[in-house]
């Protein structure tokens, strides 16, 4: 059974640092890019970041400078690393996996049941 399993949400101040992780099993870890994708309130789910099977990553604009992702293939996870953090990250962040790196949903073939960031005073 393939799962992903997000962790390390919560409630942080502006300006503050979290670090997610997401826990993959039940598929070859090694051979998927991996991304990062948030849904705010009453918006649509955007990918933030990506990294491929390769390491090479990838992130929009508004993260870049200030959200880090990594992977562990010994340890079938990824981290994204997240500081500075404004009110306008706050979202459900959801980790996915797929073939290849992609801004794009449909181009994902597994997802993780999301984790809540709040960023507020």
């Known amino acids: 059974e393939v799962q992903l399993v997000e962790s390390g949400g919560g409630l942080v101040q502006p300006g503050g640092s979290l670090r997610l992780s997401c826990a993959a099993s039940g598929f070859t870890f090694d051979d998927y890019a991996i991304g990062w994708f948030r849904q705010a309130p009453g918006k649509g789910r955007e990918g933030i970041s990506c990294i491929s099977s390769r390491d090479g990553s990838t992130y929009i604009d508004s993260v870049k400078g200030r959200f880090t992702i990594s992977r562990d293939n010994a340890k079938n996870a990824v981290y994204l690393q997240m500081t500075t953090l404004k009110p306008e990250d706050t979202a459900v962040y959801y980790c996915?996996?797929?073939?290849?790196?992609?801004?794009?949903?449909?181009?994902?073939?597994?997802w993780g049941q999301g984790t809540q960031v709040t960023v507020s005073s």
């Open positions: 996915t996996a797929g073939p290849h790196s992609s801004r794009y949903r449909y181009e994902y073939d597994y």
